[in-house]
């Protein structure tokens, strides 16, 4: 059973539209992390996130932590080719290592 | 460039064969992280060491094992390698001991391949 959920596994969109992935769990985090992984290449940090609540933006890209600490989302207006990617999650349980989820591929078909 | 190198990038071995993957942190990052991503099971904590320190221990079998060096590089062997263990094995490296919300700088990974 994974800790983290991430949801959906696969999305494959058209340049131009929006979507939103998410990222689940009975557990709360002190911290969650959203990383991008491209092929061929290691998992690269978008974000941290580590107040309840908390919305971050990052050009196109939109995070959000939930309330309860126990979910957060990823919203990517007018995707983009360059967009295509994994997207993971990673939260971090205090006393414990970062723990990732198994990911969203995102195509983004130009 | 995350300033993580691993090597090799791939590497094809038989089973029941011991292999090992070398990874440099970035300059002046302490701890180094090993995980392994397959398809089946995303990104698997296998262990963490901080500054030659084993410091926390993930999912790791006991036929893999690994250590940090003074120079601070470190080594994940893996032996009687079984079809399963075909993975991509990454290492990462972060400045603190892993117990804050710092960020993680991942290699390019070495992709096991056993036949």
């Known amino acids: 059973t994974q800790l983290l959920e991430q949801s959906p596994q696969f999305l494959s969109i058209q340049e131009g539209e929006n979507l939103t992935v998410y990222c689940n769990s009975s557990?709360?985090?002190?911290?969650l992390q959203w990383y991008r992984q491209e092929p061929g290449e290691g998992p690269v940090l978008l974000v941290t996130?580590?107040?309840?609540?908390e919305v971050k933006k990052l050009k196109r890209l939109t995070f959000q932590f939930g309330d309860a600490r126990k979910d957060s989302s990823l919203h990517i207006t007018a995707a983009q080719p360059g967009d295509t990617g994994l997207y993971l999650c990673?939260?971090?349980?205090?006393?414990?290592?970062?723990?990732f989820g198994e990911g969203t591929q995102l195509t983004v078909n130009p | 460039d995350s300033g993580v190198t691993q090597t090799p990038k791939h590497l094809i071995t038989a089973t029941g064969q011991r292999v090992t993957l070398r990874c440099s942190p970035r300059?002046?990052?302490?701890?180094v992280y090993w995980y392994q991503q397959s398809l089946d099971q995303g990104l698997q904590f296998l262990i963490q060491?901080?500054?030659?320190?084993?410091?926390a221990k993930g999912n790791i079998l006991e036929r893999f094992s690994a250590q940090q060096f003074p120079d601070l590089h470190s080594e994940l062997n893996l032996s009687s390698l079984e079809l399963g263990d075909s993975a991509l094995y990454f290492c990462?490296?972060?400045?603190?001991?892993?117990?804050?919300?710092?960020?993680?700088?991942f290699g390019e990974g070495s992709r096991l391949t056993v036949l």
């Open positions: 990462a490296s972060s400045v603190g001991q892993g117990d804050g919300t710092g960020e993680l700088f």
């Open positions: 557990s709360v985090f002190s911290s």
């Open positions: 996130v580590v107040t309840g609540g």
């Open positions: 990673a939260g971090e349980i205090r006393g414990s290592r970062l723990t």
């Open positions: 300059s002046g990052d302490l701890s």
């Open positions: 060491y901080y500054n030659g320190e084993e410091r």
